[in-house]
């Protein structure tokens, strides 16, 4: 278990490759946002969902290579057949959404005419050809360790998507510009990984081999897909259901929300196979103590954060963006809503190891129909029960933190059989609390007494873990 150590420096300077990348994202998001106005950056966001929802279409690839080969010995012929055969299906894939792309490309005009991203959708089908590979062979460079070359090829990707940001405002371009040059950088991309792993590619790939990694990989991807809906659904059905100047608004929201806990999903992503591998074979014992350290270094990032986004809220998006400044409120939600997915990431990887993905997976769909179907009833009973007090998406932002914390108590209720003297019910008390107050002091316009209350509770009752990160950055400098 060389990689799950936290303290491992490669993981570290992954994360701050990240972090980096981060700053390229925030910037390239608020250039658009500004440039677009909300209406464009509306159009923008739905159809950059779109093509990184688009990877569903390689039926589960990308999950089954990370669960079949995390702890398999890369020298056995089953690894290297493992991987030849799922990088001959999402060629297939590919040459599948390329028909799609071309057919798409000629009827432009009659699916604008249904809605307008229709007219961007043979650029999702082209990114699509080119994405689904390149995921397929980054999972297998995490798996083989190599997470700083993925971070040097994320840090490529984060200065072109800008350069191709700045290129369209400061020539005046429309999004057809921008979605064209942002191929290229995806195509680029795809080389790149290819050329990493052509020794491995070749013609002769088992038939049986790609069905077991589909069966293996399918209720993993129901499950990936269905958390993702679980943040992404909202503004499919702001997208579908209102105008474009609140798809921008609540798009913004999010935006910003992914943005900000951007790096901690590089750190979870770095450690997926490593904990998946340490949980098939850990005792309870351990696998509690895992959950509680990890949980708790999560905890104390998420107040910092929260602190963090306080300041960025009141001070920059206020004065530089005034046109949403009115969607902080959705942030809150959005952003309490991703990390309560953070938090439940101990126990899914723990459940996954135990093979229970069919449950987990069904947690997820419950979570997401919850989510869809309240929220159109919020669209088309809104005057009926003058819900005045929140906007429609305002509401929309409160329902997505309830189906994910539905989900977050349906995976901690899962999880309880493989752990021993269990404390999932005192934080998610502990964690509802914290909300709670902050909200309440923000929605009293009181912002300075939310933060000073964060600042209690990190340095009362996070000493230990805080002082904890603390040593492990210490030792990694």
């Given at each position: ?14 994360s ?80 599948l ?167 901690l ?15 098939k ?5 351990r ?24 300041f ?9 963006f ?7 409120f ?16 101990p126990?899914?990887?723990l ?42 998406i ?12 539905l ?62 990160l ?8």
């Amino acid at each position: 278990m060389n990689n799950f150590n936290i303290s491992n420096k490669n993981t570290f300077y992954f994360s701050l490759i990240h972090y980096f990348v981060l700053a390229l994202h925030i910037c390239r998001g608020l250039f658009l946002a500004k440039y677009l106005g909300a209406t464009g950056f509306g159009l923008y966001g739905l159809v950059l969902l779109a093509q990184q929802q688009i990877s569903a279409s390689a039926l589960g690839m990308r999950e089954a290579i990370t669960l079949k080969l995390s702890g398999e010995d890369e020298q056995s012929k089953d690894y290297i057949s493992t991987i030849n055969s799922a990088l001959i299906f999402t060629i297939f894939v590919g040459f599948l959404l390329l028909i799609s792309g071309f057919i798409s490309f000629f009827e432009k005009e009659r699916l604008s005419n249904v809605h307008p991203i229709g007219e961007y959708l043979y650029f999702i089908c082209f990114h699509g050809v080119f994405s689904i590979s390149s995921e397929v062979i980054r999972n297998i460079l995490r798996i083989k360790g190599k997470i700083l070359y993925v971070g040097v090829i994320d840090l490529f990707y984060g200065l072109s998507i800008i350069c191709w940001a700045l290129i369209v405002i400061l020539f005046e371009k429309d999004l057809f510009t921008f979605f064209t040059l942002s191929l290229v950088t995806n195509i680029c991309i795809f080389f790149i990984y290819f050329y990493e792993i052509f020794n491995l590619l070749n013609l002769k790939f088992q038939q049986r081999k790609i069905f077991n990694l589909i069966s293996l990989g399918f209720p993993l991807l129901i499950l990936n897909v269905s958390t993702i809906l679980m943040i992404s659904i909202g503004q499919w059905i702001v997208g579908f259901q209102d105008n474009l100047y609140n798809l921008g608004l609540f798009g913004f929201a999010v935006s910003i929300a992914s943005i900000v806990n951007h790096g901690l999903g590089s750190i979870t992503w770095a450690y997926f196979s490593s904990m998946i591998a340490e949980y098939k074979v850990a005792s309870k014992n351990r696998v509690s103590e895992l959950s509680t350290t990890i949980r708790g270094y999560l905890f104390v990032c998420f107040i910092v954060l929260l602190i963090f986004t306080s300041f960025l809220f009141s001070y920059f998006i206020e004065v530089f963006f005034k046109e949403y400044q009115s969607t902080y409120f959705i942030f809150l939600m959005i952003f309490c809503s991703q990390f309560t997915q953070l938090f439940s990431y101990p126990d899914n990887a723990l459940l996954l190891a135990r093979k229970k993905i069919n449950q987990v997976s069904m947690i997820s769909i419950f979570s997401c129909l919850f989510i869809s179907t309240l929220s159109i009833f919020t669209y088309n009973n809104y005057d009926f029960f003058s819900l005045t007090f929140f906007q429609k998406i305002e509401l929309i932002s409160i329902i997505i933190f309830l189906g994910n914390l539905l989900y977050m108590i349906g995976v901690f209720r899962l999880s309880r059989a493989y752990k021993e003297g269990s404390q999932d019910l005192n934080f998610l008390i502990y964690l509802c609390f914290h909300i709670v107050v902050f909200l309440f002091f923000q929605k009293m316009n009181m912002p300075l007494t939310s933060v000073l209350i964060l600042i209690f509770f990190l340095v009362i009752f996070h000493r230990k873990s805080s002082a904890s990160l603390f040593r492990i950055l210490k030792d990694v400098f």
